[in-house]
């Protein structure tokens, strides 16, 4: 089965480009309801993994922290003012010195994944963990993360290695679906107390988890019911807390471009938007394609999502 299209570019009236990619839509059981092209693709998970990350960093941090540090945790930042102050403020309170990120950047504290890295490095000082190695599949962090990875997704990943450093998971699409799924009801696993932390935070914070015009952030604040995290290579993940469902979108290409209009169509056939979030949303659903400074057409998703009927 090969991957199927999720979204056109339309350029002066001619279509000019058309995303291809791959969804798969599961409940907490894990069960596939809906897909689009290759549910059972395997791709890495990426940034869509953070709050989970987060979630193994909170268990370790016996700190009262607010939910903009916890939200920065979870999240991929645009490195606005706001977000490096969360990420300095994380690593003051955890007596951790902005020295010790390792963030591939000129400007470490800057880099989209630092807020992921503070936290990484606050439960290590608090666990008594090394600093200098947090980065490595060998650290006591990340050898929390695989078991809880497992465990959500019901399947045993491929590790590999992030673009900040860290390690990556690589999961069929249908699984990183059912993990998102299991989101929505943390108090099965045995991090439920820091996963049901991540999720609120994120739900309490969205602009902490990505910022102005980001998808993930957007969706949120249209809807407040479900969480949504953004990855690399144009993966979207996405879970209804009331509902149960999760959420999983790839791009073939990588092509970013396509995976907000793509991941909101999908919400809204799954009746998942909140009433008038479909109208907030416009601007990350039908993206502006522009030529000489002006507006000349749009993105536009063309998907439909096929329902299982087991």
């Not at 000019?16 to 897909?35: Q, T």
């Amino acid at each position: 089965m090969g991957s199927a299209p999720l979204v056109q570019v339309v350029r002066s009236g001619v279509i000019e480009s058309v995303h291809l990619g791959d969804i798969a839509v599961c409940d907490e059981a894990g069960r596939l309801i809906a897909s689009v092209g290759d549910p059972d693709r395997i791709v890495f998970a990426r940034s869509c993994m953070k709050p989970i990350q987060a979630a193994v960093s909170l268990a370790s941090i016996d700190l009262a922290l607010p939910a903009r540090e916890i939200a920065i945790m979870c999240s991929s930042h645009n490195g606005e003012p706001i977000h490096v102050r969360a990420v300095r403020r994380l690593l003051r309170r955890g007596g951790v010195a902005e020295a010790a990120l390792r963030t591939p950047a000129a400007r470490p504290v800057f880099h989209d994944c630092s807020g992921n890295h503070a936290g990484m490095l606050v439960a290590s000082a608090q666990a008594g963990w090394p600093l200098d190695t947090y980065r490595s599949r060998s650290h006591p962090h990340h050898r929390r993360v695989l078991p809880l990875v497992r465990a959500l997704s019901g399947a045993r990943p491929i590790v590999g290695v992030d673009g900040c450093g860290i390690p990556v998971h690589g999961l069929p699409l249908r699984a990183i679906a059912t993990m998102y799924a299991r989101l929505a009801a943390p108090e099965a696993t045995d991090a439920g107390r820091a996963l049901a932390l991540a999720i609120a935070a994120m739900r309490t914070e969205p602009y902490l988890v990505g910022g102005k015009a980001r998808d993930d952030t957007a969706i949120m604040q249209a809807t407040p019911d479900l969480v949504v995290k953004e990855g690399a290579e144009a993966l979207d993940c996405a879970v209804s807390l009331s509902a149960g469902i999760g959420v999983a979108v790839k791009v073939a290409d990588g092509g970013y471009r396509a995976a907000g209009p793509a991941t909101i169509a999908v919400l809204g056939q799954l009746g998942l938007l909140a009433p008038g979030a479909r109208r907030r949303l416009r601007p990350n659903l039908r993206p502006t394609v522009r030529g000489g400074g002006r507006p000349v057409g749009h993105l536009e998703a063309i998907l439909t999502l096929t329902l299982d009927r087991a």
